[in-house]
């Protein structure tokens, strides 16, 4: 039973635009999430958090949207470069506090940004 | 940043052979670390919890006595695979978390032959 869900395994976008990446999740005790980027070969790199407390976090080009009601949450990049092509994994844990907790991925999105 | 590193970046060995991987965190340190397992195509899977000072935590499915984790200081865990079979093969990623956000190392490419 897959509890984080990337429904779209790839995506290819014009650079300049929006990308969006979403994610679904099913299990209501989640209470932080996290995307990572990751290169082939490579370990993942921490983009972006949101806490469940929170329906929106931005930094930079990344913003992050919670909608809790729904289970969803989506990473927004804009604009997009092609120095942002990678598979973008969105995880999430139970127990946000502490430095010791589980993550759960996804499966992943691979993102194209086109030149 | 954390940082975090792991050595050997690659590795071949033959099967039935026990091959070591370190894994470091360079700027912090972490009581807990965490080690994955990526097949082609696939998400990260999650094997097992490192507990400094104490034993590992497995996830289901995962044979404690086929990969050993030995937490033995705060910034240093290794796994090791024993008795590596071409099934094995795969790539290997550790994390540590020096707050909210796990940081991973740049993993290490196993393959049995």
């Known amino acids: 039973d897959q509890q984080v869900k990337q429904n779209s395994p790839s995506l290819s976008v014009q650079e300049g635009r929006i990308s969006i990446l979403n994610c679904d999740y099913t299990?209501?005790?989640?209470?932080?999430f996290l995307w990572y980027k990751k290169y082939p070969a490579e370990g993942p790199t921490f983009l972006i958090s949101i806490s469940s407390i929170k329906d929106k976090n931005e930094d930079g080009r990344f913003t992050v949207f919670l909608n809790k009601s729904a289970k969803h949450l989506s990473l927004h990049i804009v604009p997009s470069q092609p120095g942002d092509s990678a598979v973008y994994f969105c995880?999430?844990?139970?127990?946000?506090?502490?430095?010791?907790?589980?993550?759960?991925f996804g499966k992943g999105t691979l993102l194209t940004v086109n030149p | 940043g954390a940082v975090v590193s792991q050595h050997p970046s690659w590795v071949i060995c033959k099967s039935g052979t026990s091959v070591k991987i370190e894994c470091r965190s360079l700027?912090?340190?972490?009581?807990?670390m965490f080690w994955y397992r990526q097949f082609p195509k696939q998400s990260l899977m999650l094997m097992a919890t490192?507990?400094?000072?104490?034993?590992?935590?497995?996830e289901q499915g995962v044979e404690k006595d086929k990969f050993l984790i030995n937490h033995a200081s705060l910034t240093l865990s290794t796994l090791t695979v024993t008795s590596a079979h071409p099934e094995d093969s795969s790539f290997y990623i550790c994390?540590?978390?020096?707050?909210?956000?796990?940081?991973f190392g740049p993993g290490t490419r196993l393959t049995v032959t």
């Open positions: 994390s540590a978390s020096p707050r909210n956000e796990q940081y």
């Open positions: 490192s507990n400094e000072g104490s034993k590992a935590t497995y």
């Open positions: 995880a999430a844990s139970v127990n946000s506090g502490g430095s010791n907790y589980k993550l759960t």
């Open positions: 700027d912090f340190q972490a009581t807990t």
């Open positions: 299990n209501s005790m989640f209470d932080y």
